[in-house]
């Protein structure tokens, strides 16, 4: 089976997006930005970040490029399935930051530290 392209992921992105409760995007003034690259930290491939950026505003950016170096020619189902767990991933971090608490982050931290004694 074929790639998911850029265009696609793109589409499929804005369809997901569309499908989940307006009010998780409330002041993510910075919207969703594909970014068709790669983005790697460490050992790690990040699929997406959420950013608070005082120019860009608050924004989610997915990592075309990193869904393609994970998933490569995995059905598109599983590519829409990783594109919305990373989208609500991502809007998780915007909806505490907006409540002042960053939870996920701590949990975050943990994991990767957990990773790394083991």
Not at 40 to 51: A, H, Q
Not at 70 to 97: C, D, K, Q, Y
Request: proline share 4%; no cysteine; charged share 25%.
């Amino acid at each position: 089976m074929p790639l998911m392209s850029l265009k696609q992921f793109k589409h499929n992105a804005e369809e997901i997006a569309g499908s989940l409760p307006t009010e998780l995007f409330s002041r993510l003034n910075g919207g969703i930005i594909v970014e068709p690259s790669i983005r790697e930290e460490g050992d790690y491939v990040i699929m997406g970040e959420y950013l608070e950026d005082p120019g860009l505003g608050n924004l989610i950016i997915l990592y075309y490029g990193s869904f393609r170096e994970m998933l490569g020619s995995a059905p598109f189902e599983e590519w829409n399935e990783e594109i919305r767990e990373t989208m609500i991933h991502e809007l998780r971090h915007h909806v505490e930051s907006l409540a002042g608490v960053d939870d996920l982050s701590v949990e975050e931290s943990q994991v990767l530290q957990e990773d790394s004694s083991a």
